[in-house]
């Protein structure tokens, strides 16, 4: 039986909503307005350009790992199937894949992906499935542009089973979380290898096929981290110069050592303070500023810990484009600390908490940010996030985003875990299939915050009928009861 949520007043699900007009009365009431337009299969198929490379429709569809690798950071079946199915989808954009460690003390858990020696074998017969399965799907793989997104996990790393933080700085409510200590502040010097080990991921990336790498900077990840590190001495820290250092630096060695390859950047746009469930379960911000104080670690911040403030944000991507990068796919805050605002969920995970306010709220914002970077820097090939929470929406606000210059593409993530056909069926002009709809009940949190690989558990069949999802359902009844 599926977790009952404790009521409450403020949200209400999109499953419920019968029809456009509540949608709108909703929206209204919430004092929020989607771009919406009636021709989604007319705006959503149109190409662009990244580059000098076209694209052949609006789909994206965003990294999604699957805590499935081997213990040694390869491959499995599972692996293999999700990327078939993400080929599957139509979506002619694939933004990464999933998060691969550019090395093993980069892993955010024992089973991600990590760059290794058997790497190009791997990667490119990953690759090549995707490429397969769209082939399948769709009768063509013209267009397709395919990414491999490269990561170090930095404070949230954990290659073998117990935290083993890399920190660009201590922070006041998050170095308790995983046990950090000065001691884990990494030097300017282990900073400088790592840019080795970007490098020579992209060299493997390239040879393995594929057409660009997202240099990730975004989910509370090292890159991500040192945007904020405003305290930070020497040559990574201090003002944006030296906070962005680390990305000129790559983006040159990519430009020596695998000529050709494409760059781009997964950015969390804007960041809060952290939240924790606070009294029923609701999300709360740990700290407030009061008086003259100021919350610093937000990238994308106003100060307040809340709010936003673009401006920083606004120079990255001018900087973006004078490094020669064309694409930018925009997120905001951690999964870790504030889940709420880029995984807009009516059902939190087991480590979360509910939202603290409508998620349709936290997917205007996005859609707002995302809309402001677009706009602004034209050079720029953005892709949105944070979408499925629409469900039945998602694709008239989709074309909607589109028609009005808010994004390049559209990024589909929880949902293609789920109904991986949604971008075909909208291309094809055939009905949602309802029934396959992602309900956002975030067991594919859940499962691997419990060790368990992650999936579909509700609707995928193959997980649905699987071992583990018994053991969610006791790890989730176990929950319950102590709650
Ligand atoms: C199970 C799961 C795995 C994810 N894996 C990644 C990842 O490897 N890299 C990444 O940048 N984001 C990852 N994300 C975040 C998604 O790419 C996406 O930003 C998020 O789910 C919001 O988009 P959506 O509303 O379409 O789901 C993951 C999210 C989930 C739920």
Redesign the pocket.
Known sequence: MRDAPPVRFGVEQVRKLKSDAAFEDRCSSLDIAFPRSGIPNEVLATPFLVGSRRVGNRFCV?????WDGTADGRPTENVERRWSRFGASGAKLVW?G??VAVRHDGRANQRQLNIGPESVGDLSRLRELLVSAHRDATGTVDELVIGL?LTHSGRWANPAGTAAPKIAFQHPFLDDRVGARAGDVVSDGWLDDLVGDFVEAARVAFEAGFDFVDV?H??GYLLHELLSATERPGPYGGGLTGRTRFLGLVTEGIRRDAPGLMVGV?LSAFDLVPHCPGPDRVGTPVFLPSGKERYRFAFGGDGTGLGIDLTEVHAFCELLVALGIPLLCV?AGS?YYSPHI???AYFPPSDGYLAPRDPLIEVARMIDVTSELATSHPALSVVA?????LQEWLPGVAAGIVAGGGAASI?????V?AYPGLPNDVLGSRPLARSELCRTFSD??TA?RHGLV?GCYPIDPFYKSSQERVQLTIFKKQARDTD
Do not use: V
């Open positions: 965003l990294p999604m790992e699957g990464g999933e998060a997104q990730k975004c989910h997964r997120t999964p880029q995984r807009p996030s944070g979408l499925t929470y990024g589909y993530g929880r949902g875990l594919c949190t691997p992650s």
